[in-house]
């Protein structure tokens, strides 16, 4: 008899436990610091991307629970930081979903020197995630964060999200085109569908080597 498959032999992040650590709110005046900030020195991976993008389902996804994202949804915490701590190991830090049509100018004067703050000040951060829906164009507020990440220095991973919206063969064009747009090389560019799990092995892969490099 052959032996049962082991299907987990190739996941390049098995979560044995996440922890979620706290939040990080927008400072009350413009200069001043926010008042909380993980008491962690492990390395950190960051997703940051516009409302409705995907994220909450990566991040489930990435890290194989249900709602493990949910904390960043719940009233007073959709615009702060959220940090889970996975394997005592790393921390990956949910950014406030940016650019929404509908937000007031004093919504965005909050949210980006909370991000940009957290992106400037953090020196454990490794790298990181910005999604991209694959049936949207990418908004000025996606150009000025990947503007910014080129500007630190900090790698970023973009991920495409959605893509069982689209025909299988439409994907890798669209890709492509996402590529070629924002100037980026192929291998920064990684398809995802939270619905069927493409991707998600490759970016376990990619964020465990962000941590451990
Ligand atoms: P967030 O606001 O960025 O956290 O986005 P959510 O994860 O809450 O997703 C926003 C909407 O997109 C929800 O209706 C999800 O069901 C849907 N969604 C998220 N990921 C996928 C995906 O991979 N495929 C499809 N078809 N829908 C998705």
Redesign the pocket.
Same mark, same amino acid.
């Given at each position: 008899m052959s032996p049962a498959p082991r299907t987990d032999v190739a996941d390049p992040l098995v979560v044995r436990r996440i922890e979620f650590l706290g939040g990080m709110a927008a400072p009350a005046g413009r200069t001043a610091a926010p008042t909380w900030r993980p008491a962690t020195s492990l390395p950190q991976v960051a997703f940051a991307?516009r409302?409705?993008?995907?994220?909450?389902?990566?991040l489930n996804a990435l890290v194989r629970r249900k709602a493990a994202a949910r904390v960043s949804r719940t009233p007073g915490r959709t615009r702060e930081i959220n940090f889970f701590e996975v394997n005592g190991d790393f921390v990956l830090a949910d950014l406030p979903?940016y650019g929404y049509a509908r937000a007031s100018k004093t919504d965005r004067e909050a949210w980006q020197p909370l991000i940009e703050g957290y992106l400037r000040d953090t020196s454990t951060l490794r790298g990181l995630v910005l999604l991209l829906d694959v049936r949207r164009d990418p908004t000025a507020d996606d150009e000025r964060m990947l503007a910014f990440l080129g500007d630190r220095g900090l790698p970023v991973l973009v991920v495409v999200? %959605?893509i069982? %919206?689209l025909t299988p063969r439409s994907v890798e064009g669209r890709v492509a085109e996402l590529t070629t747009a924002l100037g980026l090389e192929p291998e920064q560019v990684l398809p995802f569908?939270? %619905?069927t799990g493409v991707g998600r092995d490759e970016l376990a892969a990619a964020v465990v080597s962000l941590v451990r490099n």
């Amino acid at each position: 008899m052959s032996p049962a498959p082991r299907t987990d032999v190739a996941d390049p992040l098995v979560v044995r436990r996440i922890e979620f650590l706290g939040g990080m709110a927008a400072p009350a005046g413009r200069t001043a610091a926010p008042t909380w900030r993980p008491a962690t020195s492990l390395p950190q991976v960051a997703f940051a991307g516009r409302s409705n993008v995907g994220k909450s389902s990566l991040l489930n996804a990435l890290v194989r629970r249900k709602a493990a994202a949910r904390v960043s949804r719940t009233p007073g915490r959709t615009r702060e930081i959220n940090f889970f701590e996975v394997n005592g190991d790393f921390v990956l830090a949910d950014l406030p979903g940016y650019g929404y049509a509908r937000a007031s100018k004093t919504d965005r004067e909050a949210w980006q020197p909370l991000i940009e703050g957290y992106l400037r000040d953090t020196s454990t951060l490794r790298g990181l995630v910005l999604l991209l829906d694959v049936r949207r164009d990418p908004t000025a507020d996606d150009e000025r964060m990947l503007a910014f990440l080129g500007d630190r220095g900090l790698p970023v991973l973009v991920v495409v999200t %959605k893509i069982d %919206k689209l025909t299988p063969r439409s994907v890798e064009g669209r890709v492509a085109e996402l590529t070629t747009a924002l100037g980026l090389e192929p291998e920064q560019v990684l398809p995802f569908s939270a %619905k069927t799990g493409v991707g998600r092995d490759e970016l376990a892969a990619a964020v465990v080597s962000l941590v451990r490099n």
